[in-house]
């Protein structure tokens, strides 16, 4: 007998787990797993939607690769380290750039696709935070509520409204346990 689906909390990597790194107010990747800082109450935010029995999934667009400016085996570096030290279910990536046509590219939701197959998943009990327009349209497009956490970049507005925003991954993490 199935009990049902489960609720999942899908997370953009940068801006959201760990500081980016702003050029002229855009938001960039840091460039090694050395170099990555760990926003505060990460550990803590996470923690704390684990024990609720979120599934917690980080999905991620990382184009520099495909463009070449970017070593697949230094994301990866960054992912092993940031499953090593949070509660973190899976990490779900797309290495091309925003033109190859590929379905997994925020604001294509193909990644929160594969996860909410690969899981389970109940997407309209789900929830997509992320810190650019591409992580709200993404979860939008799948029936996520959405969350931005916004740092007011220099970056184009997101075509669905967010249903919230916020400063933090705690202060999101807080409001999705107080539904």
């Known amino acids: 007998m199935k009990i049902g689906k489960r ?3 899908f997370l953009d990597r940068d801006g959201v787990l760990n500081q980016v790194v702003l050029k002229n107010g855009k938001p960039y ?3 090694s797993a050395e170099e990555v800082l760990m926003l505060p109450d990460v550990k803590a935010a996470l923690a704390d939607l684990k024990r609720q029995r979120f599934v917690l999934v980080v999905v991620t667009n990382q184009p520099d690769v495909a463009r070449g400016t970017q070593q697949r085996a230094v994301v990866e570096k960054i992912h092993a380290m940031l499953k090593t030290q949070l509660p973190l279910d899976d ?20 990644m929160l696709l594969q996860a909410a197959d690969q899981y389970d998943l109940d997407l309209a009990h789900s929830f997509m935070i992320g810190d650019r327009w591409r992580d709200i349209d993404a979860g939008a497009a799948v029936g996520c509520r959405t969350i931005l956490i916004d740092y007011h970049y220099r ?18 993490a807080d409001w999705i346990l107080s539904q």
């Open 29 to 31: 990747p840091p460039p």
């Open 91 to 110: 990490i779900l990536v797309c290495y091309h750039a925003e033109n190859d046509g590929c379905n997994c590219h925020k604001p294509r939701p193909g």
């Open 155 to 172: 970056d184009r507005q997101p075509t669905n409204t967010p249903g919230l925003r916020v400063s933090s991954l705690k202060v999101a």
């Open 7 to 9: 609720s999942a909390v």
